[in-house]
Every structure is written in structure tokens, then in C-alpha cells.
């Protein structure tokens, strides 16, 4: 029981751990460098891509008993990046309709931040279901959920034109998925809140240089 347990415990790890680079990366080279998101995701990207490399190469080599040649390696890390961009790509440009609360989230989720665009599509790999209550705000919008208007919100879209904030749906779900998705983008890097002010949600953002230490 325990070696399956722990057989399990290493798949799991291996599949997160790419995801959990790329994200890591990025967001540790946006917020420590202010990187623009193209260089951050760039980083990310670059570092996912050679951790791949290593996976094809550990397992290559334990199929053929061999490291491969230099050809075989360029070949590794060329499958290695493409995939990643591949992957990101998917990311920054579609949202499947089943995973907005309106069809107008599918208009703001352009403007997102593109880190958070690539945390949202990471997860909905693994949960179908997640569901993006709202992005994008306006000050009056505050006003119409009876609430006292914000100064500081990340929803906003800030001077480089993106929106640092997403609220995903939490009401209907069980409460440990909550709390797994919660514990999956920490891990991540993402700054996480649990919002009860109009509805239960989840309030997920990216530290932001135009507002520092809003979240």
C-alpha cells in the first residue's frame, strides 16, 4: 500500500511540476524585476522547457540504456520548447464557454494579466468545471454589487491595459475541491483570497507595480 501510495505521490509530482515552474518562474521574474509579461512568460517558459528536456532525456535513457547523441538532444529540447509554447499559447488565447460564468468574461479574459491567463488554463486541465465569475471591473460596478467602491482594485485595468484580478466560482463546489484549488495556486505563486461580500468566490491576483500591496 505504502510503495503505491508512493508511486502515486511521484506521478502527481511529475505531472504538476512543469506547470509549477512555469508559473513560479514567471511570476518570481514579474514581481522581483517587473518584467514585462513577455519576458517574464519567456523565463518560464525557457526554464519548463528544460526541465521537459530532462524528463525525455531520464526516460530515453532508461528505454534505450543510452544519453543519446547531440542530434538526439537537440531533438529532445526543440519537442521540449515546442510543447511549452504550445501550450502557452492555448493559454493566452482561449477559454472554453463552459468555464465562464457570461459570455462577456470571454471578452475580459483577453485583458487579464497573461501570467494569470496561464494559471486559469493550468488548472482547468485538471478541474473541467472551474468556473470565472467576473474579471474585469469599472468603479461603478461596485456600486451596482451594493458595495463600497474600491480605490485599489486589481480588477481594474491598469496602465499596461490588464486586469491583475479573477474571482472563480466556489459556491456549489465541495468544500475540499475549494480548498485544493485554493492550496494548487499558492502553490503556484498567486496571491489568494476568500471573498464572501456578494457571493462566495475566490479572489486570485497578481501583485501589481501600478498599485503595490493591493491584492
Known amino acids: 500500500m505504502f510503495k503505491l501510495l508512493y508511486f502515486l505521490l511521484k506521478i502527481v509530482a511529475l505531472v504538476f511540476l512543469p506547470f509549477l515552474i512555469l508559473l513560479r518562474v514567471s511570476i518570481f521574474t514579474h514581481s522581483h524585476y ?3 509579461p513577455t519576458f517574464a512568460l519567456s523565463c518560464g517558459a525557457v526554464a519548463t522547457a528544460f526541465a521537459l528536456m530532462i524528463y525525455f532525456s531520464f526516460f530515453y535513457g532508461k528505454l534505450t540504456g543510452k544519453i543519446g547523441s547531440f542530434d538526439a538532444f537537440k531533438r ?4 521540449a520548447l515546442f510543447i511549452v509554447l504550445g501550450f502557452v ?6 477559454i472554453n464557454g463552459s468555464n ?10 483577453s485583458e487579464l494579466h ?21 474579471a474585469s ?6 456600486k451596482k454589487m451594493g ?30 475541491a475549494n480548498q485544493l484549488r485554493q492550496i494548487y495556486f499558492r502553490l503556484m505563486g ?11 468566490h475566490l479572489h486570485l491576483s497578481l501583485s501589481c507595480k501600478y498599485r503595490r500591496g493591493a491584492i
Open 147 to 176: 458595495l463600497k467602491t474600491s480605490n485599489s482594485s486589481l480588477h481594474y485595468k491598469q496602465k499596461d491595459g490588464y486586469t491583475y484580478a479573477v474571482d472563480l466560482r466556489t459556491k456549489g463546489r465541495l468544500e475540499w
Open 34 to 36: 517587473d518584467l514585462a
Open 76 to 79: 529532445r529540447s526543440s519537442l
Open 89 to 94: 499559447a492555448y493559454a493566452l488565447f482561449y
Open 100 to 109: 465562464v460564468k457570461h459570455q462577456a468574461i470571454k471578452k475580459e479574459f
Open 190 to 200: 498567486f496571491n489568494v483570497l476568500r471573498h464572501t461580500g456578494t457571493a462566495d
Open 114 to 134: 497573461p501570467i494569470i491567463r496561464i494559471g486559469i488554463a493550468s488548472i482547468v486541465l485538471f478541474d473541467k468545471n472551474m468556473i470565472i465569475t467576473d
Open 137 to 142: 471591473r469599472v468603479p461603478e460596478d461596485y
